[in-house]
């Protein structure tokens, strides 16, 4: 009973992800210039997907042959109409750029022209951040997402979005999942690429959900032709990832020695990969890993250039718990600012761990009892050196009377689930 239960809230969840229909699709045709205090991101676009005959949309769900490269310009609404960590999703076809994220310019690229969008767009630093989506993603989710993670992170790299065939349906899983695979020569063929040209210095791809399977495939894939992942690959992060855990230690250990440093942020109630894990026949997600409980403790601390992140006890607006890492602007800023020094995520000085953690360590002092540390705290961290310091920061809080709260007083009762406003991702 307990595993139908579980099934059916992830069937419930699934159902309920598919209900934000009322989101235009047609809404990438370019609206002019960018509204007074507004922003832009100026992105490099690498797809597998089959153009479409409408400007409006620009590329489907279907696979198209080889991959194609385009410019895109996205407009993001003044820092007064947003809130960091949301995509202001257009409610027509016509987006309103001084309230929601709009298209500014579309402009198709060669090869040739894509080097030059980059020595254009990196500077003198010559960095590089991939991002590649997950399931369940159009085109225009992908571009507008992407386009948050950038502008929200304040990393000074040049943005290029991988977004591959996916038809933006729970219901196309298995599609989904082929088209992944489909991608991956391209993927591999892009990151390939962008390392061999000397204008670029350093390279972080940012994957998400089951493009971190899409991610580790393509890089399994170069370290066997080519004997190692390219070194200007330097840093791989991977949110929520939905691969069987068997199949990525095998992907893992197939890159050979000199690996890029990973960072996994997992979280053990996400619940589209609760629904992953039924349609792979009960075989457990990476993503939602308890890091703190054996065996996953003991194997993760076996590999030094891997750090897990638990957001399990993070709560943000997204309701299956599968987009923390977007949704969350500590996290989003955090990582973003790491990355805007120029550092691995690796180094420790101080490490990303350590400082995700202390903003959940802050987040306790208004609790003030060791329980509400641990309520509080959003997440835990699968490093020893992180763990042991950030304990040390917790023992003389969990001690310290709060003046903000009292130990009798309730807590809040959860508040109902409410349906997303945006198209899924």
């Not at 230690?249 to 997992?266: A, C, D, M, N």
Request: neutral net charge.
């Amino acid at each position: 009973m307990v595993r139908v239960a579980r099934l059916l809230s992830a069937l419930l969840g699934a159902l309920l992800l598919t209900a934000c229909a009322s989101t235009p699709e047609a809404f990438l045709r370019p609206v002019g210039p960018a509204p007074p205090g507004g922003s832009t991101v100026d992105m490099l676009i690498v797809t597998t997907r089959k153009p479409s005959p409408d400007p409006g949309v620009l590329f489907t769900g279907e696979r198209g042959i080889g991959y194609r490269t385009t410019e895109i310009v996205v407009s993001i609404p003044p820092e007064a109409s947003r809130k960091i960590g949301d995509v202001e999703w257009p409610k027509t076809n016509t987006p309103d750029p001084a309230k929601e994220f709009a298209v500014l310019s579309v402009r198709p690229l060669e090869l040739g022209q894509a080097t030059d969008w980059f020595t254009r767009t990196a500077g003198a630093d010559g960095r590089l951040l991939v991002f590649v989506h997950g399931f369940n993603t159009r085109f225009e989710s992908a571009v507008f997402r992407f386009a948050q993670i950038v502008h929200d992170s304040g990393a000074p790299m040049a943005p290029v979005l991988f977004t591959w065939p996916s038809r933006g349906s729970v219901f196309a899983y298995v599609y989904d999942r082929e088209s992944a695979n489909y991608s991956r020569n391209a993927l591999e063929a892009a990151l390939t690429r962008a390392a061999k040209a000397p204008e670029v210095k350093d390279i972080t791809i940012l994957a998400h959900s089951m493009g971190t399977y899409l991610t580790m495939e393509a890089l399994r894939q170069t370290a066997v032709r080519q004997g190692r992942v390219p070194a200007k690959i330097t840093n791989v992060v991977l949110a929520a990832p939905d691969i069987d855990i068997d199949v990525f230690r095998e992907q893992y250990e197939s890159l050979g020695p000199e690996k890029p440093h990973f960072t996994i942020f997992v979280s053990t109630d996400d619940r589209a990969l609760s629904l992953s894990r039924f349609i792979a026949g009960d075989v457990g997600r990476l993503g939602a890993v308890d890091p703190a409980k054996e065996p996953w403790r003991s194997r993760l601390e076996a590999h030094p250039g891997v750090t897990v992140i638990d957001l399990s006890k993070l709560k943000t607006g997204d309701p299956f718990n599968h987009e923390k890492f977007v949704a969350s602007p500590q996290i989003v800023q955090v990582l973003g600012g790491r990355l805007a020094q120029g550092q691995k995520l690796s180094d420790y000085n101080p490490s990303l761990g350590e400082q995700v953690g202390v903003l959940a360590v802050g987040a306790g002092r208004t609790v003030g009892t060791a329980a509400g540390v641990v309520v509080a705290a959003p997440l835990a961290i699968v490093d020893p050196n992180t763990r042991d310091r950030l304990s040390e920061q917790a023992a003389p809080l969990a001690a310290e009377p709060s003046k903000n709260t009292t130990e009798a007083e309730p807590q809040a009762s959860p508040q109902p689930e409410t349906p997303p406003t945006k198209p899924p991702n």
